[in-house]
């Protein structure tokens, strides 16, 4: 196993990680909110529990860009390529768009959705609204989704 | 949004607020001929078996989502002068406190009593301590009740000050501000109404960043007038003007300057501001509900008793 291959391991590694991270706290932020409500109002639970799952969706990017990144790498179906040490810095590069981005995204995500649930819980006619706002958060994770995709598709090997 | 403390509580808190009584509700209230058709009314708000809310199961509740937050017991340091107050003069007099307590409080008060008593002061919490020792020798050096009373009251606005520091919240800061500044002012009035002496005003005036302590000392040697044309020039002269129509109105000023503080925590997803507002919330909708219950069974006209009705949270 060459440094190159080691270095881009890690990338694919730190993008399911960091996204992961991320969205494990805005999930268990906007859950504490929710189960909140629910406690004091059960039949809420369907309202708040689409703003718990949104900033779910960083974490599953993370864990795309990694796939994609091992799959790109011959790391899945076991031929993984012999990568040159600029090759491996250039994938570790590839996977930090959606790592930092998935995790700073998804807490602010979280802390939009649990102000959400706040609204769901006084005016539960406007959960809409909390459910819009929050998915505005989301754009940038999906921007650094694509950074990293084109970026991956894009290293010669 | 700088901290996400309290989220589970403040959401629950949210929901809460829903069976909190709105203008409306208060308008079919004073509008409402009987007891029973205000009972209904109220139980349709709140839903069935929900119908009693009481101060103490408000603070139950916060408690119990909140159980560490030191910010709301705060909010309980008045009833805790309070009880003190009632415990020293209990003991004095020979009789049993129990029904002059005030609820909810952040005091055991199964022991509160035989505490003071037995003089074990350094049993009590740590804000409480240096008052009870000092209101005790004043009471039993010159058995003046309102003397004594007013050492407490003051080490009481001192408390909640530095304790709204020491917790470093800007809203229980200006909490502990306001109801020392209210506190101040019905003092200083009642002391010019009373031409007190220097030396009772001194120990009876707390003292706040917005009303100085000596200024207010020397308006309410003044009499009302002088009081009265202090504070104009302040940012309370508002309340100047509701003390010169009634004490009343003052009362409800006091009242309404402390709601509009907790509206400020009504946009706040995070934090304990939200549970202290809901609590604010609570104590003046049943403020409301007391003032309409009496005012019905004296048989007061509906226009009075809207005036008197307290600023509603939501």
Same mark, same amino acid.
């Given at each position: 196993?060459?440094?190159? %291959?080691?270095?881009?391991?890690?990338?694919?590694?730190?993008?399911?990680?960091?996204?992961?991270?991320?969205?494990?706290?805005?999930?268990?932020?906007?859950?504490?909110?929710?189960?909140?409500?629910?406690?004091?109002?059960?039949?809420?639970?369907?309202?708040?529990?689409?703003?718990?799952?949104?900033?779910?969706?960083?974490? %599953?990017?993370? %864990? %795309?860009?990694?796939?994609?990144?091992?799959?790109?790498?011959?790391?899945?179906?076991?031929?993984?390529?012999?990568?040159?040490?600029?090759?491996?810095?250039?994938?570790?590069?590839?996977?930090?768009?959606?790592?930092?981005?998935?995790?700073?995204?998804?807490?602010?995500?979280?802390?939009?959705?649990?102000?959400?649930?706040?609204?769901?819980?006084?005016?539960?006619?406007?959960?809409?609204?909390?459910?819009?706002?929050?998915?505005?958060?989301?754009?940038?994770?999906?921007?650094?989704?694509?950074?990293?995709?084109?970026?991956?598709?894009?290293?010669?090997? | 949004?700088?901290?996400?403390?309290?989220?589970?509580?403040?959401?629950?808190?949210?929901?809460?607020?829903?069976?909190?009584?709105?203008?409306?509700?208060?308008?079919?209230?004073?509008?409402?001929?009987?007891?029973?058709?205000?009972?209904?009314?109220?139980?349709?708000?709140?839903?069935?078996?929900?119908?009693?809310?009481?101060?103490?199961?408000?603070?139950?509740?916060?408690?119990?989502?909140?159980?560490?937050?030191?910010?709301?017991?705060?909010?309980?340091?008045?009833?805790?002068?309070?009880?003190?107050?009632?415990?020293?003069?209990?003991?004095?007099?020979?009789?049993?406190?129990?029904?002059?307590?005030?609820?909810?409080?952040?005091?055991?008060?199964?022991?509160?009593?035989?505490?003071?008593?037995?003089?074990?002061?350094?049993?009590?919490?740590?804000?409480?301590?240096?008052?009870?020792?000092?209101?005790?020798?004043?009471?039993?050096?010159?058995?003046?009740?309102?003397?004594?009373?007013?050492?407490?009251?003051?080490?009481? #606005?001192?408390?909640?000050?530095?304790?709204?520091?020491?917790?470093?919240?800007?809203? #229980?800061?200006?909490?502990?501000?306001?109801?020392?500044?209210?506190?101040?002012?019905?003092?200083?009035?009642?002391?010019?109404? #009373?031409?007190?002496?220097?030396?009772?005003?001194?120990?009876?005036?707390?003292?706040?960043?917005?009303?100085?302590?000596?200024?207010?000392?020397?308006?309410?040697?003044?009499?009302?007038?002088?009081?009265?044309?202090?504070?104009?020039?302040?940012?309370?002269?508002?309340?100047?003007?509701?003390?010169?129509?009634?004490?009343?109105?003052?009362?409800?000023?006091?009242?309404?300057?402390? #709601?509009?503080?907790?509206?400020?925590?009504?946009?706040?997803?995070?934090?304990?501001?939200?549970?202290?507002?809901?609590?604010?919330?609570?104590?003046?909708?049943?403020?409301?509900?007391?003032?309409?219950?009496?005012?019905?069974?004296?048989?007061?006209?509906?226009?009075?008793?809207?005036?008197?009705?307290?600023?509603?949270?939501?």
């Amino acid at each position: 196993m060459t440094n190159g %291959l080691v270095l881009a391991i890690l990338g694919a590694a730190l993008a399911a990680l960091l996204a992961g991270i991320g969205s494990a706290k805005g999930v268990g932020l906007v859950g504490e909110a929710a189960a909140g409500v629910v406690s004091v109002d059960p039949s809420k639970f369907s309202k708040v529990l689409i703003l718990q799952l949104l900033p779910g969706t960083q974490g %599953l990017y993370g %864990l %795309l860009t990694a796939i994609l990144m091992l799959s790109r790498i011959g790391v899945i179906g076991g031929s993984a390529a012999e990568l040159t040490a600029a090759q491996g810095w250039s994938f570790f590069i590839a996977a930090l768009p959606i790592a930092v981005v998935g995790l700073i995204s998804a807490i602010f995500q979280g802390k939009t959705a649990a102000a959400g649930v706040g609204i769901t819980a006084k005016k539960p006619e406007h959960n809409g609204k909390g459910i819009i706002m929050s998915a505005m958060v989301e754009t940038y994770a999906i921007l650094a989704l694509l950074v990293s995709i084109l970026l991956i598709y894009n290293i010669n090997i | 949004m700088s901290t996400t403390k309290y989220a589970n509580a403040v959401a629950a808190i949210r929901a809460m607020e829903n069976s909190l009584l709105s203008r409306n509700d208060l308008d079919q209230l004073i509008n409402s001929a009987t007891r029973n058709e205000r009972e209904n009314i109220i139980a349709s708000k709140r839903g069935s078996g929900q119908e009693n809310m009481t101060l103490e199961g408000v603070w139950e509740t916060l408690r119990a989502y909140a159980p560490d937050c030191r910010e709301l017991e705060i909010l309980l340091y008045r009833n805790d002068f309070h009880n003190l107050k009632a415990a020293l003069k209990s003991m004095i007099a020979g009789k049993e406190p129990g029904e002059y307590y005030i609820r909810p409080t952040n005091l055991d008060l199964d022991s509160f009593y035989s505490t003071i008593s037995s003089k074990e002061y350094e049993a009590l919490p740590e804000y409480l301590r240096n008052t009870a020792q000092e209101a005790y020798e004043l009471l039993t050096r010159t058995l003046d009740g309102q003397l004594a009373d007013s050492l407490v009251d003051t080490a009481c #606005m001192n408390a909640m000050k530095k304790a709204a520091d020491k917790t470093g919240s800007d809203f #229980m800061k200006k909490y502990a501000e306001l109801i020392t500044v209210c506190a101040d002012i019905k003092t200083a009035y009642r002391c010019s109404r #009373m031409k007190k002496q220097r030396s009772f005003i001194e120990t009876a005036i707390c003292g706040s960043s917005e009303l100085d302590k000596d200024s207010l000392v020397r308006a309410s040697l003044g009499g009302t007038e002088g009081l009265f044309s202090y504070l104009e020039s302040t940012s309370y002269g508002d309340a100047a003007k509701m003390l010169a129509d009634s004490p009343a109105k003052f009362e409800k000023w006091s009242d309404d300057v402390i #709601m509009d503080l907790a509206e400020t925590a009504r946009m706040e997803a995070f934090g304990a501001d939200p549970l202290a507002a809901y609590f604010i919330a609570a104590e003046a909708e049943l403020k409301n509900l007391r003032i309409i219950s009496v005012c019905k069974e004296s048989g007061t006209d509906r226009e009075t008793i809207t005036e008197r009705m307290r600023k509603l949270y939501v």
